[in-house]
C-alpha cells in the first residue's frame, strides 16, 4: 500500500509539473506571440538577396503582378541572366468564364511590351496533376535543366514559398541546380501579414500544405537545403 501510494503521489508531482509547464508556455507564447508569428513567417516565406543565372516566375497558374515586377527588377540589375515564367497547363473547361485565349501567348505579349526580347524570358508550361506543386516543379526542372543553367532565383507568392523551395530543390538535385528561394507579397504587408485576415488564411493554408507534403513523401524531411 505504501508503494502505491508513493507512485501515486509520484504521478500527482508529474501531472502538477507538466499542467505548470503547459501554463508557463502558454504565457511566453502569449507575451511574445507577435515574435513568434513574424520568425514564423519568415521561414514560410524566406526573402533572401540572390544572384543567379535564371529567375523562375511561378506558383500559380496565372502569373501574379508582383512576381512579374520582381523578374524584372532582377533581370534589369543584372542579378540573373534570364527569366524562366512556369505556367499550368489549365484545361479549357477549368478556365474562368468568358477567358478562351491561349494564356502563355498573351503572357509573352505582355513580357515584350515591358521592354524585353525574346532571348530575355522563357515560358515553361507544366501539366495539372496531384500533387500539383511537385509536378509544376519536375516539369519545370526538366526544361530548366535543358538550358545548363547551375543556379536559379526561385519567386514565388507570399508563404507558398517555403513548400515550393523546398519541392524545387529537391527536383533541383539531381540536375545539379541551386535554388534559392525569394517570396513575393501582393494583397497584404509581409511585415504585418497576421494583422490581415488574408494573410492569416494564407499562413494557415500554406502550413497545413507544407507539413502534408512532408508527411505524404513528396518532399523530404528535412529543411537544411
Not at 21 to 48: C, D, H, N, T
Amino acid at each position: 500500500m505504501k508503494k502505491f501510494s508513493r507512485v501515486k503521489q509520484k504521478a500527482k508531482w508529474a501531472l502538477a509539473v507538466i499542467c505548470l509547464s503547459v501554463l508557463i508556455l502558454s504565457i511566453l507564447a502569449f507575451a511574445y506571440r507577435e515574435k513568434i508569428l513574424q520568425k514564423a513567417g519568415e521561414f514560410m516565406a524566406p526573402r533572401g538577396e540572390y544572384t543567379a543565372d535564371v529567375a523562375i516566375l511561378g506558383g500559380t497558374s496565372f502569373l501574379d503582378r508582383s512576381i512579374a515586377k520582381a523578374g524584372f527588377e532582377l533581370l534589369k540589375a543584372g542579378k540573373v541572366k534570364r527569366l524562366v515564367v512556369v505556367l499550368h497547363n489549365i484545361n479549357p473547361l477549368h478556365r474562368p468564364y468568358g477567358y478562351n485565349d491561349n494564356y502563355p501567348e498573351m503572357v509573352a505579349k505582355e513580357i515584350r511590351k515591358s521592354g524585353l526580347k525574346q532571348g530575355d524570358f522563357e515560358i515553361v508550361v507544366t501539366h495539372i496533376h496531384h500533387p500539383l506543386t511537385l509536378i509544376e516543379a519536375q516539369g519545370a526542372m526538366k526544361a530548366i535543366a535543358r538550358m545548363n543553367v547551375k543556379s536559379a532565383i526561385l519567386l514565388t507568392p507570399g508563404f507558398h514559398t517555403r513548400r515550393s523551395y523546398l519541392v524545387y530543390q529537391y527536383t533541383a538535385n539531381p540536375y545539379g541546380i541551386k535554388i534559392y528561394p525569394r517570396a513575393c507579397f501582393n494583397g497584404y504587408d509581409a511585415e504585418n501579414w497576421s494583422k490581415d485576415d488574408a494573410g492569416r488564411r494564407d499562413f494557415a493554408a500554406e502550413s497545413a500544405k507544407l507539413i502534408y507534403y512532408v508527411l505524404w513523401g513528396h518532399i523530404p524531411f528535412k529543411f537544411d537545403y
